[in-house]
């Protein structure tokens, strides 16, 4: 008996092995391929950036005077974007989300411009509309600085008096990151998350954050930078939210310094806050930017 025992332990013991070894073949594989994937940023292409080449018109289109603006990122990519001027000093930097280009935003540019009285600059990031290169987190960042480059020694506004900046949905990671580097009037985040890998675990809650971490290169933590700004805060986020739920809007607002302001933006979901918002959004918005401090 002890003999027909021992041997099936050494079965039992040889399955084991071979499992242990599969599945060690199957985390390597994973890991390979994930930092292959990483490296290549073929996910972070296809699945985080949706970038459109053409412009489907212009503020000009909505009865607007603007400047056709091109620039350089540090790395030399040529970038570009508008600059829609005002009675105001005070200037919109707007980062747009991850999808299409400025030639989209017209409408919501329009109603902006309109309804604040502010001048407004908005870019797209380098592999959108009419800016060259491919696009990337850390080359997003680069272009943000750009802008705001541009904007300090073109336009002849100080960042810190006279300069807030505009961040929705992917653009409020950029705009967290450039609240960080340089000091401004204030920083205004609508329909923002906390970060990608946090969308990710509330979009895959089983899966790993080692397995999404290994696939994806791109991350736009603003939860552990928020932390970091030190311009007044006003936070947007609609409440019907089906792309990015409203509790990562909060999310950051509870991490962040003050002075700082929520807003919520009832029955808006993710692309119509503006429309929806109507009247009080807008005030929400003036009264943000005449005084950012709440004093």
Same mark, same amino acid.
């Given at each position: 008996m002890l003999g027909k025992r021992g041997s099936r332990s050494r079965t039992v013991l040889r399955v084991?092995?071979?499992?242990?070894?599969? @599945?060690?073949?199957?985390v390597a594989l994973v890991a390979v391929v994930g930092f292959a994937l990483r490296q290549t940023n073929v996910l972070d292409r296809h699945f985080i950036f949706f970038p459109e080449r053409d412009l489907e018109g212009d503020p000009g289109q909505a009865g607007l005077e603007f400047e056709d603006v091109f620039f350089t990122a540090s790395d030399g990519v040529r970038l570009h974007g508008w600059f829609v001027p005002a009675?105001?000093?005070?200037?919109?930097?707007?980062?747009?989300?991850?999808?299409?280009?400025?030639?989209h935003r017209v409408d919501n540019l329009s109603l902006l411009h309109r309804r604040t009285g502010l001048s407004i600059f908005i870019f797209d990031y380098r592999g959108y509309g009419r800016s060259e290169g491919d696009i990337s987190e850390?080359?997003?960042?680069?272009d943000g600085q750009a802008a705001l480059n541009y904007v300090r020694l073109e336009i002849g506004r100080?960042?810190?008096?006279? @300069?807030?900046?505009f961040g929705r949905s992917l653009g409020a990671g950029v705009a967290v990151e450039m609240a960080v580097r340089n000091r401004v009037r204030g920083l205004i985040l609508e329909s923002a998350f906390s970060s990608v890998r946090g969308?990710?675990?509330?979009?895959?809650?089983?899966?790993?954050?080692?397995?999404v971490a290994s696939f994806l290169k791109t991350d736009y933590d603003s939860l552990s930078k928020i932390r970091g700004v030190?311009?007044?805060?006003?936070?947007?986020?609609?409440?019907?939210?089906d792309v990015v739920p409203m509790e990562q809007g909060l999310e950051l607002f509870e991490a962040a310094n003050e002075p700082k302001r929520f807003y919520t933006i009832r029955g808006a979901g993710h692309n119509d806050t503006y429309v929806v918002g109507g009247d009080e959004y807008f005030q929400t918005l003036r009264e943000f930017v005449l005084d950012p401090t709440g004093s």
């Open positions: 084991l092995v071979r499992l242990t070894r599969g @599945v060690a073949l199957a009675e105001s000093r005070t200037t919109l930097v707007w980062f747009h989300g991850n999808a299409g280009n400025i030639g850390e080359g997003t960042y680069l100080d960042l810190e008096t006279d @300069v807030i900046l969308m990710a675990k509330r979009v895959y809650p089983l899966l790993p954050s080692a397995v030190e311009a007044p805060l006003l936070v947007l986020h609609g409440d019907r939210d």
